[in-house]
């Protein structure tokens, strides 16, 4: 979980991408949009590589290249969250997207003269294609999430900010917990405790963002325990809820 956004091409092996209540399986060619709010992960099948190329940017690096005609940070905020994350790119974008990350990576590992512009350019170019693809594209990949696990997850979304446990959750799909709790991580390749301590993070973030104070972000959140939300925020986060604040409150 982190604060970037991230553009993931996938080059090859046998993997499974989550992204909240969607599980996509990746063949060559997939490019997914993921912003700061999206809880995902990638899982490939033991024994198999993962190819891949990652691009992490700061969306505030690149605000300032937007105009009122061209939003390059549209496919990842001028969307519901979740939605539409996964394109699958022509042979032709396919061939353009490799060739810029190429020299985008190369300028990013130079010392030379003028490096830092030249990444620029290639990450805005780079964006430039992402935002074509993602406006072009009617393609509607296949969620293989099973029901269980995308009614357990839009559950927890709906009553996060509550004091909820496993166990209210298990009474109210009237299921056993153990049962319930295995199935889930077999289906969506996580806990259900450790998934709904990623979505209150993710919410504490935009909240001390807005210049919330921690200790209403720790109510509004859904952690209600303070010590708890502490120690949960800092591991997560890497840092303390406090000069997560300070640092990253929206001007």
């Not at 992960?41 to 993962?50: H, I, K, M």
């Not at 810029?100 to 990450?123: E, K, N, P, R």
């Not at 496993?166 to 996580?190: P, T, V």
């Not at 109510?219 to 890497?238: C, M, P, V, W």
């Amino acid at each position: 979980m982190h604060d970037s956004y991230e553009l993931l091409l996938f080059l090859g092996g046998c993997t499974d991408c989550y992204i909240e209540h969607h599980r996509y399986r990746l063949k060559r060619g997939d490019l997914l949009i993921i912003n700061s709010q999206e809880i995902h992960r990638a899982v490939a099948s033991e024994g198999t590589p993962y190819e891949r190329i990652a691009t992490h940017f700061y969306p505030e690096l690149v605000r300032n290249y937007c105009t009122e005609q061209t939003d390059l940070l549209s496919c990842f905020e001028k969307r519901k969250n979740a939605d539409r994350n996964l394109l699958s790119l022509t042979p032709k974008s396919l061939e353009h997207y490799l060739y810029l990350t190429d020299h985008l990576h190369t300028a990013v590992a130079s010392a030379s003269f003028g490096h830092d512009i030249l990444a620029s350019t290639y990450l805005l170019q780079l964006l430039v294609l992402a935002n074509t693809c993602f406006y072009e594209s009617t393609w509607l990949p296949e969620n293989l999430m099973p029901q269980l696990s995308s009614q357990i997850m839009r559950y927890i979304d709906e009553h996060l900010t509550e004091d909820l446990s496993i166990q209210a959750l298990a009474d109210h799909l009237y299921m056993n917990r153990s049962h319930m709790s295995r199935k889930f991580r077999e289906q969506a390749g996580c806990s259900i405790q450790e998934y709904m301590i990623l979505k209150r993070i993710s919410l504490a973030k935009t909240l001390l963002k807005q210049g919330k104070s921690v200790t209403d972000t720790c109510e509004l959140s859904g952690f209600h325990d303070y010590s708890n939300f502490i120690r949960t925020f800092k591991k997560y986060a890497q840092v303390s809820p406090g000069h997560y604040r300070v640092t990253n409150m929206e001007a």
